[in-house]
């Protein structure tokens, strides 16, 4: 009986931001896999490399690059860093990765800094 291997399983990928985790297939952008299900997490921008909206680091786990990573966006050093284009890369294993670029965000967990009411009596 012949059997079906899928060479491609979907790999995950967790955005430490945010904590959101989802599947991408090994061919797909990481950015492209979030988009295809609807998630959140790595800003989106041209999905094409060109804007640099999707600047991340790759904490953990590898990639292989499906096109050029522009020097407008990531520098030598940042590369070697672990900095890349997640429109721009595929998962070769579980990824776990950071928002890098300009567009991030502070998602500081620190002390509420909104005032509540104070009573005047
Ligand atoms: S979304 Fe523009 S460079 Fe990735």
Known sequence: MAMWIDTHPPLNVCVLQTGETY???GGESLLR???RLGRKGIPVGCVNGGCGA???RIVD??????GP????????????AGVTLACRVAPA???T??????LERP???GPATATSPISTQ
Not at 97 to 102: F, I, K, Q, S
């Open 69 to 80: 990573i522009s020097r407008a966006h990531v520098s030598a050093d940042e590369e070697r």
């Open 54 to 56: 999707c600047k991340v």
């Open 97 to 102: 990765l950071e928002v890098a670029g300009r």
């Open 61 to 66: 786990g590898s990639v292989t690059t499906l």
């Open 107 to 109: 998602f500081s967990r």
């Open 93 to 95: 294993s579980a990824v």
């Open 33 to 35: 896999g979030m988009l």
């Open 23 to 25: 599947a991408c297939a």
